[in-house]
């Protein structure tokens, strides 16, 4: 019998469940960073894409470390496409398999839509990014939210008013997170009021008549930073009354053309 062998069989210490006699609760404690494929469940069928993962769990003051290795586990053996249920049921798994109260869940991604363009008709993906958070609790019902950042483009009102022809225009992210209360809640639909609101929305992929009816809509429909969180607000509200969601919040941050900063705008809707 070689070494390896008969070391393979010798038991070996489970040193993070030994005691710790510091006796401090840690709140948040796991892996940071993951990479891994997942599966999105969309409105349009389920979509590959490589997501950016968190996982942690609450620490009680007694015990000297959490086991590492079981949050991959944990993630790899969930099979579910990635959806608000999907995304609850991994959070009462994490905190099974590592014997704890409470825990949090990040899992960021891009997500792409098949758009087409306005005029020419040309079709294109165009990719937002996405994040699930859930603070996940064993002793109660927990609800994750959803935050999405999706870029658009913005004219000046100010500029197109005061200047006798053309107009400045940016391109603008506006982020919304919203606290989901309706797991059918539908991503398109959320990324799509967030469009509406915008001087115009962006596409991957245009051809000149498109660039025409772009450039010619962004024109028509100046707005303000303060504007856009506003217009996303009101169909957010809408989202509160069909109880699709219990809170918000909305911000804007167009990348001036004429300064080398930022505007910006926010408003915040959810409980604390």
Avoid at 84 to 107: Q, R
């Amino acid at each position: 019998m070689n070494a390896p062998e008969q070391f393979s069989k010798a038991p070996l210490p489970d040193v993070q469940s030994q005691s710790d006699e510091r006796a401090i609760e840690i709140q948040k404690v796991g892996i940071r960073g993951l990479k891994y494929p997942i599966i999105i469940s969309s409105p349009n069928g389920n979509q590959n894409t490589v997501a950016n993962i968190d996982m942690t769990v609450c620490l009680e003051a007694s015990v000297k470390g959490t086991h590492m290795s079981r949050f991959v586990e944990v993630f790899q053996d969930h099979k579910l496409a990635t959806s608000t249920t999907s995304i609850i049921e991994l959070g009462k798994k994490m905190l099974k398999k590592l014997e704890a109260n409470s825990g949090w869940l990040k899992i960021r991604f891009p997500y792409f839509i098949d758009k087409t363009a306005p005029v020419s008709g040309v079709k294109s993906l165009m990719d937002y990014d996405v994040t699930w958070e859930l603070e996940t609790n064993s002793n109660k019902e927990s609800n994750p939210s959803l935050t999405v950042i999706v870029p658009v483009t913005s004219l000046c009102p100010c500029s197109k008013n005061i200047s006798d022809y053309g107009a400045h225009n940016q391109r603008s992210h506006i982020s919304i997170t919203i606290d989901i209360i309706d797991p059918k809640l539908n991503l398109n639909k959320v990324i799509f009021l967030a469009e509406e609101a915008a001087s115009c929305e962006l596409w991957g992929l245009l051809k000149r008549p498109d660039e025409k009816f772009v450039t010619e809509k962004a024109y028509d429909n100046p707005k303000f930073v303060e504007d856009l969180v506003r217009d996303v607000a009101i169909s957010l509200e809408k989202l509160i009354t069909e109880k699709s969601i219990s809170g918000y919040s909305v911000e804007s941050e167009n990348f001036e053309s004429i300064h080398n900063h930022s505007a910006f705008a926010r408003i915040d809707k959810r409980k604390t």
